[in-house]
């Protein structure tokens, strides 16, 4: 089986791996993720899925859905993402090397956003961790135990999916409660 690999050669700015696999960070909206895996539906199409997730809280903050592994569907994590994050926020948003975030467009974004780019070495999963925890994730509890057909199919269960990790599922990386909890906790809002 082919993976899906958003690595199209060396066109585009790499930008430092600022992590450097130092995955500890206790205060949200410090440090991000983001990545892009892709999904075979019942109907044989195949859906990209681009989420972006708190390394503190464990939210996910954005999660967008497409037939694309395009920069629309990139650009739409981004909207969706600018609406979460607090006004003064400057995190770090870490991926891969994919071309989506070595895009210009992408970049430019990141900066009006106030936002670092970090990313992780070429070819090298672990330094992405955290991205790909959440793919290894949102499959074995939800996508990999129903049946979807659609773009449109995907888009209710991963709303409903967000909705059901941040606000119930609780972690045992975050001593057994859910990330919204942990996020107010940590911010003093709770």
């Known amino acids: 089986t082919a993976r899906y690999s958003s690595y199209a050669g060396p066109a585009g700015v790499i930008k430092e791996n600022?992590?450097?696999?130092?995955?500890?960070?206790?205060?949200?909206?410090?440090?991000?993720?983001?990545?892009?895996?892709?999904?075979?539906?019942?109907?044989?199409?195949?859906?990209?899925i681009s989420?972006?997730?708190?390394?503190?809280?464990?939210?996910i903050l954005?999660?967008?859905?497409?037939?694309?592994?395009?920069?629309?569907?990139?650009?739409?994590?981004?909207?969706?993402?600018?609406?979460k994050l607090p006004e003064t926020a400057q995190p770090i948003l870490h991926s891969d090397q994919g071309f989506q975030y070595r895009?210009?467009?992408?970049?430019?974004?990141?900066?009006?956003?106030k936002i670092k780019q970090s990313m992780s070495r070429k070819g090298n999963c672990h330094d992405n961790a955290p991205g790909e925890t959440i793919f290894n994730l949102m499959k074995r509890e939800k996508l990999n135990r129903i049946k979807i057909s659609s773009l449109a199919e995907m888009q209710a269960v991963l709303r409903d999916y967000v909705y059901w990790f941040n606000h119930i599922r609780r972690s045992n990386k975050l001593k057994y409660?859910?990330?919204?909890?942990?996020?107010?906790?940590?911010?003093?809002?709770?």
């Open 18 to 48: 600022i992590l450097k696999q130092r995955f500890n960070e206790t205060r949200p909206y410090h440090v991000l993720h983001t990545d892009i895996t892709e999904y075979k539906l019942t109907s044989g199409k195949k859906v990209y």
């Open 51 to 59: 989420p972006v997730i708190d390394e503190a809280s464990l939210e």
């Open 62 to 83: 954005a999660c967008q859905v497409s037939y694309s592994p395009n920069m629309r569907l990139v650009y739409d994590m981004l909207a969706e993402l600018k609406q």
């Open 103 to 113: 895009h210009s467009g992408y970049q430019a974004k990141l900066r009006q956003m």
């Open 177 to 190: 409660t859910t990330p919204i909890k942990y996020r107010n906790r940590a911010l003093g809002l709770a």
